[in-house]
């Protein structure tokens, strides 16, 4: 199934938030309300949910148009521009009458991020900011700002018509869900990758290559969306860092620098991925000469022939010379890895030394405070045995003092078992009694009947 790649009626009919809602319930959501936002806070805010889910979907599928720095769409990236809403007319219901205010509304949320804001800020989008910062803001600053409203210094957002807030909010945003959302992909993508230092090692078109088509399903990442996505990866989430054009996947909290020997293996990485090509472009003009020649002999054109014989001669000794350069660089970048690899076993032991050393350290496990411990173990022990022996030798004066003689109870327990035995035999053969007194006789006509044989059966059988 082909994907539609720009905005219209029939395509917005296939988002899920417009498949799943009637022309009529549209045409609400079409509507201006934004002066709902007091006069009724749930039919607002559902408002604004329907169209933030839309505006993802919307974005990440590429329909904005190429408004990326390198002609591509951004999937990560709003463009909050009044051309949008033509873009969002629906046939039967028209335009979008209060996008402005909903994207404003998703601004205050944190659910849209000002680009320039989310590149350069230190600071993580999920972080509230510093308390007393945010407590005086709330002390001072709002008072402030609402004695300034009731004077006419300043306007409140909400009285801004939807044209005055289109010129307040119109810009570039981050669709903060739709990071998380390629950044959940790619740390799946990644595990258990890494396994080499080179395999951590990116430069930004590394990056782009490696991961921009495979991040949200049917689209390629923009250039700028490769940049907000790394950032994310780096300040929120962590598992990156980055300097100038290399970037690094980091496993462990002392892997956050990029050391010379990381920019020599990316280097090395590089040359060998460089000369890869190389040699695939090689061997492709191998054999388009090859069919070349095949092509000139069979049309008798020897001299064509013989000059892309010629060609395919050098091509061939051209080759040879990369694939001898790329066997010793990938050997090369083997070695750098091993080494590199060899550091941090060395560290791994530093530090496996240095836990054990202090382990060790311990005040118990030293060889006075063993040899006093396994002393009194051997001691308590002791104690522990005569305290059971005087305990069982308690118990044995105590039976002979009550006169309790063994003999006697094992010939008791004797009958009682064979009294058992005789009462289960007799409730056997009162079973089996009542058995045969059960089962009727059938006699065949004019047979002669002996009426005294049952009773002496049953009497035989008793």
Same mark, same amino acid.
């Given at each position: ?8 009626s ?5 988002l !899920?938030?417009y498949?799943?809602?009637s022309?009529s319930r549209?045409? $609400?959501?079409y509507?201006?309300?934004?002066r709902?936002k007091?006069?009724? !806070?749930s039919s607002f805010h559902t +408002?604004?949910?329907?169209?933030h889910g839309?505006?993802?979907d ?10 990326g720095s ?5 999937k990560l990236?709003l463009?909050?521009r009044r051309a949008l809403?033509?873009? #969002? ?7 979008p009458l209060?996008?402005g205010t909903?994207i *404003?509304? &998703? ?6 991020? !000002?680009?320039?804001q989310f590149l350069t800020?230190?600071?993580?989008v999920?972080?509230p900011?510093w308390l007393p +910062?945010r407590?005086?803001s709330?002390?001072?600053?709002? !008072?402030?700002?609402?004695?300034m ?5 300043v306007?409140?957002?909400?009285s ?8 307040k909010?119109e810009g570039?945003?981050?669709m903060?869900?739709l990071?998380v959302?390629a950044a959940?992909t790619?740390e799946?993508?990644?595990?258990g990758?890494g396994? $080499?230092p080179?395999?951590n090692?990116y ?5 782009r290559r490696e991961f921009?088509a495979?991040?949200?399903p ?5 250039e &700028? ?5 790394i950032?994310?990866?780096e300040?929120?989430?962590r598992?990156?860092v ?6 690094k996947?980091?496993?462990a909290?002392h892997?956050?620098?990029?050391t010379a ?5 990316l ?26 020649i095949s092509?000139a002999?069979?049309q008798q ?6 000059a ?5 001669k050098?091509?061939d000794?051209?080759?040879s ?10 050997s090369t970048?083997i070695?750098? =890895?091993t080494a590199a ?5 060395m560290?791994?032991y530093? $530090? ?5 050393k202090a382990i ?5 496990l030293?060889?006075?405070k063993?040899e006093?411990t396994?002393?009194?173990l %051997?001691?308590?022990t002791?104690? %522990?045995?005569e305290i ?6 308690g118990?044995? &004066? @105590?039976?002979a003092?009550?006169g ?5 109870l094992? %010939?008791e327990?004797? @009958? #009682?078992? /064979?009294?058992?035995?005789k009462e289960?035999? *007799?409730a056997a053969e009162?079973a ?7 089962i =009727?006789?059938?006699v065949?006509?004019? %047979?002669?009947v002996q009426v /005294?044989a049952a009773?002496?059966?049953?009497a035989?059988? *008793?």
């Amino acid at each position: 199934m082909v994907l539609p790649t720009t905005m219209s009626s029939p395509a917005l009919s296939a988002l !899920p938030t417009y498949s799943s809602t009637s022309k009529s319930r549209l045409q $609400s959501l079409y509507s201006d309300i934004h002066r709902q936002k007091y006069s009724n !806070p749930s039919s607002f805010h559902t +408002y604004v949910d329907w169209w933030h889910g839309t505006l993802k979907d919307v974005t990440s599928r590429g329909w904005q148009g190429s408004d990326g720095s390198d002609g591509t769409s951004n999937k990560l990236i709003l463009g909050a521009r009044r051309a949008l809403v033509d873009k #969002l007319r629906y046939e039967g219901v028209g335009k979008p009458l209060g996008l402005g205010t909903t994207i *404003a509304e &998703m601004r205050r949320n944190n659910d849209v991020i !000002p680009l320039s804001q989310f590149l350069t800020s230190q600071q993580s989008v999920y972080d509230p900011g510093w308390l007393p +910062y945010r407590l005086a803001s709330f002390v001072v600053g709002k !008072p402030l700002w609402w004695a300034m409203q009731q004077l006419d210094i300043v306007r409140s957002e909400d009285s801004y018509t939807e044209a005055e807030m289109w010129k307040k909010i119109e810009g570039d945003y981050v669709m903060l869900g739709l990071v998380v959302q390629a950044a959940d992909t790619l740390e799946t993508m990644r595990d258990g990758v890494g396994l $080499s230092p080179a395999d951590n090692l990116y430069t930004f078109e590394d990056f782009r290559r490696e991961f921009g088509a495979k991040i949200l399903p049917g689209v390629v990442l923009s250039e &700028m969306d490769t940049k907000v996505l790394i950032k994310f990866l780096e300040r929120e989430r962590r598992v990156v860092v980055q300097n100038d054009d290399v970037i690094k996947f980091v496993t462990a909290s002392h892997d956050r620098e990029i050391t010379a020997v990381d920019r020599g293996i990316l280097q090395l990485k590089t040359a060998v991925r460089n000369l890869r090509e190389q040699v695939d472009s090689i061997q492709n003009k191998i054999d388009q000469t090859t069919s070349n020649i095949s092509n000139a002999l069979r049309q008798q054109r020897k001299s064509i022939a013989l000059a892309e014989l010629r060609f395919k001669k050098h091509l061939d000794d051209l080759l040879s010379k990369r694939l001898g350069s790329l066997n010793n660089l990938e050997s090369t970048l083997i070695s750098v =890895e091993t080494a590199a690899g060899d550091v941090e076993i060395m560290k791994t032991y530093e $530090s496996s030394t240095a836990t054990l050393k202090a382990i060790l350290s311990h005040p118990s496990l030293q060889r006075n405070k063993i040899e006093e411990t396994m002393d009194a173990l %051997a001691a308590s022990t002791a104690d %522990a045995r005569e305290i059971d022996n005087a305990i069982r030798m308690g118990e044995d &004066m @105590a039976a002979a003092d009550a006169g309790i003689d063994d003999t006697e109870l094992e %010939a008791e327990l004797n @009958a #009682l078992v /064979e009294e058992a035995e005789k009462e289960s035999a *007799a409730a056997a053969e009162q079973a089996v009694v009542e058995k045969l007194q059960g089962i =009727e006789v059938h006699v065949p006509e004019g %047979a002669p009947v002996q009426v /005294e044989a049952a009773p002496r059966r049953t009497a035989e059988a *008793a």
